[in-house]
Antibody, heavy 120, light 108 residues
Framework: EVQLLESGGGLVQPGGSLRLSCAAS????????MSWVRQAPGKGLEWVSG????????YYADSVKGRFTISRDNSKNTLFLQMNSLRAEDTAVYYC?????????????WGQGTLVTVSS | SYVLTQPPSVSVAPGQTAKIFCGGN??????VHWYQQKPGQAPVLVVY???DRPSGIPERFSGSNSGNTATLTISRVEAGDEADYYC???????????FGGGTKLTVL
């Protein structure tokens, strides 16, 4: 059974940093691309960042480029999102999601999300 | 940047057919995916590549895509279909994944 479990969310002050993790199980992790998708309270889904199965290729939404860094450890089946210079508008539930290698492929499995709150 | 436009809400009576539209420039040339999200839950993929269903998704869910509009059709709507629905594509010009703003389906 495919499982994705996010952790690392919490309350952080504006300008602060936070590192999210997503532990994967139930599939050959390195065969799949992974992404982070967020959802601000009461709002829609927003793709944040993606990484290829090997970890070589990374992609970022314009809203987080230069502040967030996506990475993965295929030896530990874990996805990361390092978030720096956090702003109030980064407040959201952050989901990790799996997709096949093609950039056009859908997100077929999602985690349950971890809440990040940026506030003083 | 590529924009996907969805109506904020759609209402339908039980047993009827619901159509949720997703507009985008020449979206017919893209592979469109649809997600269902119920309150407090993670999204679930219900249709991918315009009109394919993942295993476990009822045949009542179908999709189409042509020109500037993609459509998610839910036949014989049930109370349990009440949820937010999102369309999504890959914008090749930017290598970004893009979501529509979401449509809240209300079952009357």
């Amino acid at each position: 059974e495919v499982q994705l479990l996010e952790s690392g969310g919490g309350l952080v002050q504006p300008g602060g940093s936070l590192r999210l993790s997503c532990a994967a199980s139930g599939f050959i992790y390195s065969n799949y691309a992974m992404s982070w998708v967020r959802q601000a309270p009461g709002k829609g889904l927003e793709w944040v960042s993606g990484v290829s199965g090997s970890g070589v290729s990374t992609y970022y939404a314009d809203s987080v480029k230069g502040r967030f860094t996506i990475s993965r450890d295929n030896s530990k089946n874990t996805l990361f999102l390092q978030m720096n210079s956090l702003r109030a508008e980064d407040t959201a539930v952050y989901y990790c999601a799996r997709s096949s290698h093609s950039l056009a492929s859908p997100f077929d499995y999602w985690g349950q999300g971890t809440l990040v709150t940026v506030s003083s | 940047s590529y924009v996907l436009t969805q109506p904020p809400s759609v209402s339908v009576a039980p047993g009827q057919t619901a159509k949720i539209f997703c507009g985008g420039n020449n979206i017919g040339s893209q592979n469109v995916h649809w997600y269902q999200q119920k309150p407090g839950q993670a999204p679930v993929l219900v249709v991918y590549d315009d009109n394919d269903r993942p295993s476990g998704i009822p045949e009542r869910f179908s999709g189409s895509n042509s020109g500037n509009t993609a459509t998610l059709t839910i036949s014989r709507v049930e109370a349990g279909d009440e949820a937010d629905y999102y369309c999504q594509v890959w914008a090749s010009s930017s290598d970004h994944r893009v979501f529509g703003g979401g449509t809240k389906l209300t079952v009357l």
